[in-house]
């Protein structure tokens, strides 16, 4: 019997290229980037700067516009080809045909010749949200995927209970797998006092945040710092009226300070300077309904305070996020947190919240991951 070995296809995103990295630390490893013309040329995207592992090969393929959509037919044999080469790149290395992981249903006709109990299907996300016009099709290849796949990953529990219910004949095979973190992410040195009274927010500065709940928080406690680290992500994924114009009013706010976007390897950093950290986020958004925000491991690695709205997957947590449900709510709780500061205790609540949060590297999903598959064969 040889060894594991793994191959990524999309591996854009910040938490597929985590496992990667983790899983990369025992087994040959391929991450793979695929990106359209439009979107590489302007943005340019490149990898971690990480060292990463000897086991981890990466690569990007860069396609024209529509190679995964509407010219998806055009490209289907080339793509299908590439991926059973890399394929056998991983054979050799490890002696077995890799495992397969697909984080989007737009992958289901390139890894049609790849065996079924080589598949894992790794679901992050509703994917209909991003493309409403192309439900019909989206959940025709998400469908093929599950049925096929000896493994379903599910970011979201929430996503884990519609895919449940939704394949019922396949249920047995869905897991939830929500985001780890990357272990730099572990603030080590708990010891170092934060910047006293700031609550602080890392992401996007889109419409999934409750700006109007921002505002009233921000007005309603002069004394507190506010900091906002993140673009202004100006997609409109839900119609929730003037935001932008709300957002803008946010951050000219005196107590706020807004620092833009920075290096991916800065932003626990910015995390661990952080009194509190916060999710203010919209709470029917279908978005943040379906999600697992990466927020949630990040800040819990912190080892401070965290506080969110109630987003279905933070409520998993309630040892470690203070759930608010009005501005007032958030208000009063972010005063708490500060009169704990000086409590003695609070310092080892820390602790043990930085204890929770080193069962939830990716190193530990990894081997999650990795015992689930051996108990399949």
Same mark, same amino acid.
């Given at each position: ?115 079924? &109990? ?8 509703? %994917? @209909?949200?991003?493309?409403? !016009? =192309?439900?019909?099709?989206? +959940? ?50 708990? &010891? ?8 602080? %927010? @890392?992401?996007?500065?889109? !419409? =999934?945040?409750?700006?109007? +709940? ?61 009194? @509190? ?101």
């Amino acid at each position: 019997m040889g060894k594991l070995s793994f191959l990524f296809l999309a591996a854009n995103s910040p938490w597929t290229y985590g496992l990667a990295e983790a899983l990369a630390q025992n087994y040959p490893t391929h991450a793979v980037q695929f990106y359209d013309w439009r979107t590489y040329y302007p943005h340019k995207p490149t990898w971690s700067k990480r060292i990463p592992p000897p086991l981890l090969n990466r690569s990007i393929h860069v396609l024209p516009s529509g190679y995964a959509g509407r010219l998806e037919k055009l490209f289907r044999f080339y793509l299908q080809q590439l991926i059973q080469n890399w394929c056998r790149q991983l054979n050799q290395k490890s002696g077995e045909h890799p495992w397969l992981i697909v984080p989007h249903p737009d992958f289901a006709p390139w890894v049609r010749k790849i065996p079924n &109990e080589r598949l894992i299907y790794y679901n992050f996300d509703d %994917y @209909v949200l991003y493309r409403p !016009d =192309r439900k019909t099709k989206i +959940l025709e290849q998400e469908k093929e995927l599950i049925e096929r796949a000896s493994i379903t990953l599910c970011a979201s529990n929430s996503q884990l209970l519609t895919l449940k219910k939704r394949h019922e004949q396949s249920s047995s095979k869905i897991h939830h797998y929500p985001h780890g973190f990357v272990k730099t992410y572990l603030n080590c040195q708990p &010891e170092i006092p934060p910047e006293p009274m700031t609550v602080g %927010y @890392v992401g996007n500065l889109g !419409d =999934r945040l409750d700006w109007q +709940l921002i505002y009233q928080v921000i007005k309603a406690c002069p004394e507190i710092t506010f900091i906002f680290v993140g673009g202004l992500d100006e997609q409109i994924m839900l119609d929730q009226g003037n935001w932008q114009a709300i957002r803008q009013a946010v951050l000219a706010l005196p107590n706020v300070r807004h620092i833009g976007q920075v290096p991916s390897d800065k932003v626990a950093e910015y995390y661990w300077s952080f009194a @509190v950290n916060w999710i203010p986020y919209v709470v029917d958004h279908p978005f943040n309904q379906a999600s697992c925000p990466t927020k949630i491991m990040d800040g819990i690695a912190s080892g401070h305070p965290v506080l969110s709205t109630d987003i279905p997957e933070c409520r998993l947590y309630p040892e470690w996020i203070s759930i608010f449900n009005s501005a007032e709510d958030a208000s009063d709780r972010i005063r708490k947190q500060f009169t704990l500061v000086e409590k003695l205790d609070i310092y080892e609540k820390s602790l043990k919240q930085l204890e929770f949060a080193r069962q939830h590297t990716w190193q530990i999903r990894a081997q999650t991951l990795e015992n689930w598959l051996l108990q399949l064969y």
